[in-house]
């Protein structure tokens, strides 16, 4: 096992390479470095510094969620995972090790997978971890994969390269222990009945549903420091519940509150409004609040979601936080391989370059790594073709939609239109992934080719 090892100064060895960030996307970066066969530096802050999110020393740590979202390959999370399986990816397989039951979801036991990427990085010959805050910019070949809530003084190494950044808030959902819900109230189910029954479902009738929401939207909210006002803008992907609820009666019955594809065994019928729960460790102690972001106070955490049925004496293992991240403006920055216009030996990847989501994040790793590698080596970018999901979502980051950038997660909507009319919402679906899988499969067979021939 590679020791973890001290240094006051950024080795400035041309032949290895540098990643700064321990998360998701630097652990994938790190890792197909490595299996490229070029020696790696990982810098990872904690536990000498941690977050404002963070808690856990271990490497690859999710903070707001145990869900890399839907498993089959006719969704967008699906396809993405999947390409990502064929690029190698080293959480993948690890996630996979350390599922827990979420219906059509791979979701994992969160401390479980963060122990499991520590241990495959540490055991891995060539890649050094060091546990340390990076404070500069290496002039190397760097991997730039801090997240969203990169340290104040490497932020500013970085605003001060790139010129801009921008900044949202990001929130996360408490978690309630298990023995302390009422079971009599809550039933087991997974929507349309898709997978196991996995979820935990707590029913409400229109009156329960009523009061709640008024409680919620007049709830006292946690205050914001006063150098964090002037940043606030909430990503639509993570809204606050109380946000979402604040703008209007019916906004969560057709969001995180949606009924349809549930039906109350008690009383045969769809209730008129669901708040689910999820497993947050295999151990099934711990459930999640399914959509319920917040950046409510605790005390008011505790009071307005005990009137969710089932809640009433809940015990709050973690309490809902909200925290401002930033991203770059990544369009007039990055090239479609991640890499920055104006110094192409420095690369980003993860959330701060504008893609959302556990898997986007560490899909933008496995481009940045074998990016870097490839250059190292003196091959060719390595750069997806657009119609497969990885290279449409770095397509996005390097050029951006028709309005102004904000972050993107894996969408359908993201690839191209199938040259034939497919009607069938899910059978179009599956035909657009079949064929990604497709260009995805010939693009690497093509690289295969290509290092063959050199």
């Known amino acids: 096992?590679?020791?973890?090892?001290?240094?006051?100064?950024?080795?400035?060895?041309?032949?290895?390479?540098?990643?700064?960030?321990?998360?998701?996307?630097?652990?994938?970066?790190?890792?197909?470095?490595?299996?490229?066969?070029?020696?790696?530096?990982?810098?990872?802050?904690?536990?000498?510094?941690?977050?404002?999110?963070?808690?856990?020393?271990?490497?690859?740590?999710?903070?707001?969620?145990?869900?890399?979202?839907?498993?089959?390959?006719?969704?967008?999370?699906?396809?993405?995972?999947?390409?990502?399986?064929?690029?190698?990816?080293?959480?993948?397989?690890?996630?996979?090790?350390?599922?827990?039951?979420?219906?059509?979801?791979?979701?994992?036991?969160?401390?479980?997978?963060?122990?499991?990427?520590?241990?495959?990085?540490?055991?891995?010959?060539?890649?050094?971890?060091?546990?340390?805050?990076?404070?500069?910019?290496?002039?190397?070949?760097?991997?730039?994969?801090?997240?969203?809530?990169?340290?104040?003084?490497?932020?500013?190494?970085?605003?001060?390269?790139?010129?801009?950044?921008?900044?949202?808030?990001?929130?996360?959902?408490?978690?309630?222990?298990?023995?302390?819900?009422d079971r009599s109230k809550i039933f087991l189910q997974s929507r349309y009945d898709r997978g196991e029954a996995d979820y935990l479902n707590c029913p409400m009738n229109k009156e329960e549903y009523e009061k709640f929401w008024d409680a919620l939207v007049n709830a006292e909210k946690a205050e914001l420091h006063a150098h964090d006002k002037a940043f606030f803008r909430v990503y639509e992907g993570c809204m606050p519940v109380e946000v979402l609820a604040s703008r209007g009666m019916d906004t969560l019955r057709f969001g995180p509150l949606k009924p349809v594809g549930l039906r109350d065994p008690r009383t045969e019928k769809r209730p008129y409004a669901v708040v689910q729960l999820r497993k947050e460790n295999q151990a099934a102690t711990m459930f999640n609040l399914v959509g319920f972001q917040t950046n409510l106070k605790f005390s008011e955490q505790k009071r307005v979601f005990s009137m969710?049925?089932?809640?009433?004496?809940?015990?709050?293992?973690?309490?809902?936080?909200?925290?401002?991240n930033f991203f770059l403006n990544s369009p007039e920055l990055l090239n479609p391989d991640y890499?920055?216009?104006?110094?192409?030996?420095?690369?980003?990847?993860?959330?701060?370059?504008?893609?959302?989501?556990?898997?986007?994040?560490?899909?933008?790793?496995?481009?940045?790594?074998?990016?870097?590698?490839?250059?190292?080596?003196?091959?060719?970018?390595?750069?997806?073709?657009?119609?497969?999901?990885?290279?449409a979502l770095a397509h996005y980051v390097s050029h951006g939609g028709a309005a102004d950038f904000q972050p993107m997660g894996a969408n359908m909507g993201l690839l191209p239109d199938l040259p034939e009319r497919i009607r069938g919402k899910q059978e179009r679906y599956q035909k657009i992934a079949e064929s990604a899988i497709a260009r995805c499969t010939e693009f690497l067979e093509g690289l295969e080719l290509e290092n063959k021939n050199l």
């Not at 709050?316 to 925290?323: A, E, P, Q, T």
Request: charged share 20%.
């Open 1 to 181: 096992m590679t020791g973890v090892i001290k240094t006051e100064k950024i080795n400035t060895n041309k032949d290895q390479a540098i990643v700064i960030g321990g998360g998701r996307a630097g652990c994938e970066a790190a890792w197909q470095l490595s299996q490229a066969g070029i020696p790696v530096i990982l810098y990872e802050m904690k536990p000498e510094k941690y977050s404002p999110a963070h808690s856990q020393q271990d490497l690859a740590e999710l903070v707001c969620s145990n869900s890399l979202k839907a498993f089959r390959l006719a969704s967008a999370g699906g396809l993405l995972k999947a390409e990502m399986k064929l690029q190698g990816s080293l959480l993948i397989p690890c996630a996979e090790a350390c599922a827990v039951p979420a219906g059509g979801a791979l979701a994992v036991d969160r401390e479980q997978f963060s122990a499991l990427v520590t241990e495959k990085i540490m055991q891995e010959k060539l890649i050094t971890v060091i546990r340390k805050e990076c404070a500069e910019l290496p002039e190397q070949n760097t991997i730039i994969a801090t997240g969203p809530l990169t340290s104040d003084v490497l932020a500013e190494k970085i605003e001060s390269l790139c010129g801009s950044r921008l900044s949202f808030f990001d929130a996360a959902a408490p978690i309630v222990s298990a023995e302390s819900l």
């Open 339 to 391: 890499s920055l216009r104006n110094r192409e030996n420095l690369f980003f990847a993860g959330q701060m370059t504008g893609v959302e989501g556990y898997m986007e994040s560490a899909s933008s790793g496995i481009i940045a790594g074998r990016s870097l590698a490839r250059k190292m080596q003196g091959k060719s970018a390595y750069i997806l073709p657009e119609d497969t999901m990885t290279g």
């Open 308 to 324: 969710i049925p089932g809640l009433e004496h809940a015990e709050f293992l973690r309490y809902g936080v909200m925290h401002r």
